[in-house]
């Protein structure tokens, strides 16, 4: 099991970044794959970003990539969601998941979200 603690949200007008943080308890964190997801006001939640346990390989939803990066520091037990380019349809609650593979993230664990407000 482990448990994951967000951080790095707030409020930033568009154009400008915010790198969340996302800590993980337990010395097995580099067994899960990592990701994120995003709810916004009167929206489903949706995936945003996952990377894979040695982090060489990463997922991006089309609305996001080219613009976020997701990367992790498994020494640290840390993922990072670093977010550029940042538009007002990126506001949301931001969450991390963890899971032990790709297809089943978003089943198992989860972090407590954090906010990100993006101003127009």
């Known amino acids: 099991q482990v448990q994951l603690v967000e951080s790095g949200g707030g409020l930033v007008q568009a154009g400008g970044s915010l790198r969340l943080s996302c800590a993980g308890s337990?010395?097995?964190?580099?067994?899960?794959?990592m990701g994120w997801f995003r709810q916004a006001p009167g929206k489903e939640r949706e995936f945003v970003a996952a990377?894979?346990?040695?982090?060489?390989?990463?997922y991006f939803t089309d609305s996001v990539r080219g613009r976020f990066t997701i990367s992790r520091d498994n020494a640290k037990h840390t993922v990072y969601l670093q977010m550029n380019s940042l538009k007002p349809e990126d506001t949301a609650v931001y969450y991390c998941?963890?899971?032990?593979?790709?297809?089943?993230?978003?089943?198992?664990?989860w972090g407590q979200g954090t906010q990100v407000t993006v101003s127009s």
């Open positions: 998941a963890a899971s032990f593979t790709i297809p089943t993230l978003g089943d198992d664990y």
């Open positions: 990377i894979t346990r040695s982090g060489s390989t990463t």
């Open positions: 337990g010395r097995t964190f580099s067994t899960y794959v």
